[in-house]
């Protein structure tokens, strides 16, 4: 199983549990490869709060990324603003290769996020939109700092849940 992790980590928390998922995947035989997501200007605090609640567009280095080789996407999100950031949004549209592929997502953010809550909805929405399909594995973290302070306890479960086929 081939498995690309794609990713936006604005502070570095979503990074920390990208690696993390990419090293328990690979320890079940799975090849995996880490995509980061690249804001062309990191935006400041305030800014991605407005774009993610606007659902304002911001501009990605990497587009036109071919992800056909990769039979299960994993997809990682912070939250902003109670909203996924426009980041995913912008990659998605030029990404090459996405139609029907296989989806889990990960949340991060300061408080826990809720499995039923906004974000989750606009990604699921996103990746919809884009022709993929979303499972329901689905992983919410609540973080501090790049390190996990609720939520670990689920890791598990959402790494055995991508692994099926």
């Known amino acids: 199983m081939t498995i690309g992790i794609i990713y936006y980590s604005r502070t570095g928390n979503t990074r920390t549990v990208a690696q993390l998922l990419a090293e328990k995947l690979k320890k079940k035989n799975a ?17 991605a709060g407005r774009a993610a609640m606007k659902q304002i567009e911001l501009p990605v280095k990497n587009t036109n990324v071919d992800l056909g080789n990769y039979s299960t996407l994993v997809v990682g999100s912070p939250t902003w603003g109670g909203c996924c950031p426009p980041l995913i949004k912008t990659f998605f549209s030029s990404a090459k290769n ?3 592929k296989k989806t889990a997502m990960f949340i991060t953010g300061g408080g826990l996020p809720d499995p039923q809550g906004k974000p989750r909805q606009m990604m699921q929405q996103y990746l919809s939109d884009f022709g993929m399909n979303p499972s329901d594995s689905f992983l919410g973290l609540k973080m501090q700092k790049g390190k996990i302070r609720e939520g670990e306890q689920h890791i598990e479960g959402f790494v055995q849940s991508i692994l099926v086929k």
Not at 31 to 47: Q, S, W, Y
Request: cysteine-free.
């Open 98 to 100: 996405i139609k029907e």
């Open 31 to 47: 090849v995996v490869d880490l995509i980061e997501i690249e804001a062309v200007k990191r935006p400041g605090f305030f800014t």
